[in-house]
Nanobody
Framework: QVQLVESGGGLVQAGGSLRLSCAAS????????MGWFRQAPGKEREFVSA????????YYTDSVKGRFTSSRDNAKNTVYLQMNSLKPEDTAVYFC????????????????????WGQGTQVTVSS
């Protein structure tokens, strides 16, 4: 298991940008593929993005394609989610999650595929 801590959330106007960070503990970070999920009040946790252990492969839910970018720096044990052109419907608590695999699971969009979760960081987009 790896321990994860998200940061970088906040309040931003529509059209603005935020960069979320997820810092991981331990020396095995490079062995984990990573996912980003979000959860708005009254809704189920929703897949946002996933990135393979090496960072060479990324996937995004349709609603964020072209606006959000996942990346990672394994030397710093950190994964990032750059969010541009933010919309009010992006408002949610954002979570990072880790899966012990060099490659993304065929079910990487499902929360149950992940072994560890961060505490979440609030993103609020005003109109």
């Amino acid at each position: 298991q790896v321990q994860l801590v998200e940061s970088g959330g906040g309040l931003v106007q529509a059209g603005g940008s935020l960069r979320l960070s997820c810092a991981a503990s331990g020396r095995t970070f490079s062995s984990y593929s990573m996912g980003w999920f979000r959860q708005a009040p009254g809704k189920e946790r929703e897949f946002v993005s996933a990135i393979s252990a090496s960072g060479s492969n990324t996937y995004y839910t349709d609603s964020v394609k072209g606006r959000f970018t996942s990346s990672r720096d394994n030397a710093k044990n950190t994964v990032y989610l750059q969010m541009n052109s933010l919309k009010p419907e992006d408002t949610a608590v954002y979570f990072c999650a880790a899966h012990y695999s060099q490659y993304l699971s065929p079910s990487h969009g499902l929360p149950r595929e992940y072994d560890s979760w961060g505490q979440g960081t609030q993103v609020t987009v005003s109109s």
